[in-house]
């Protein structure tokens, strides 16, 4: 329960996918059909359309297979659970089977230079395509910490050990962080090098991250003086 509920006030990205609007669903609360009160200045779009924050991170992650074969799979429903620790939302496929027989995996995050092969780890199942990950381009290390791969392509890895599995929460813990030293500024990870991509659930779409627009604990002291 406490995970599930961390989970939900942490990232909250709760989306349903291709789900069209009728009036009912827009105008009408779900849980008990009563007509929703209009917000002023602001279209109502009602409990149906979407429960999420957004954007949403691309996270890619990555297993070994039975046979020793990487598996990618794009997730967005993904979060920071703990200062070492992170959390993901997703049903049982490919990546969870692997997981289940691993008890590993990393996290990468899928950059501008990689959209398109990360949206195809995203379409297509590791069980219709075993070698996808060879089909996009990309070639993978094993992890030196945890048993898994990691996708040499993605210059930012979480080496992961898989904490807890069920109710369709996947918890890991990170145990090492790479990154490449081409994204880094005096020895941190820089965003504007990276240029990571995120999920954008209104249009459908990815947009890349980069621009600082602002100091972390210091933009907000003007209203403190």
């Known amino acids: 329960m406490k995970t599930r509920l961390l989970f939900i006030t942490s990232v909250a990205l709760l989306v349903l996918a ?21 917000v002023a200045g602001r279209k109502n779009f009602g409990a149906a359309h979407a429960l999420m924050t957004t ?9 070994w297979d039975k046979d020793h074969t990487p598996d990618v799979m794009m997730a967005a429903w993904a979060g920071q659970y703990d200062h070492n620790q992170i959390v993901v939302s997703m049903s049982k496929h490919k990546t969870t089977e692997n997981l289940e027989l691993t008890g590993a995996f990393t996290v990468s995050f899928a950059d501008e230079r ?6 195809y780890f995203g379409l297509v199942s ?4 075993p070698d996808k990950v060879a089909k996009a381009g990309f070639t993978v290390t094993p992890s030196p910490n945890v048993d898994a791969p990691i996708i040499n392509e993605y210059p930012l890895t979480l080496e992961c050990k ?8 996947l ?19 820089d965003l504007g090098k990276l240029k990571p991509i995120v999920f ?5 779409s990815y947009r890349a991250i980069g621009e600082e627009v602002g ?8 209203f403190t003086e």
């Open 126 to 129: 590791g069980h219709q395509v």
């Open 162 to 169: 898989v904490v807890s599995w069920a109710d369709g929460i």
């Open 114 to 119: 990689t959209v398109a092969e990360s949206d």
């Open 18 to 38: 291709g789900c069209k609007n009728t009036n009912n669903q827009t105008n009408t609360d779900m849980n008990n059909n009563e007509p929703l009160k209009e």
């Open 171 to 189: 918890v890991g813990e990170v145990v090492n962080m790479s990154a490449d030293e081409r994204i880094l500024t005096d020895g941190k990870v």
């Open 215 to 222: 100091k972390a604990w210091g933009a907000g002291k003007k």
């Open 200 to 204: 954008d659930a209104a249009a459908m």
């Open 55 to 63: 954007p949403q991170p691309c996270v890619m992650i990555a297993t």
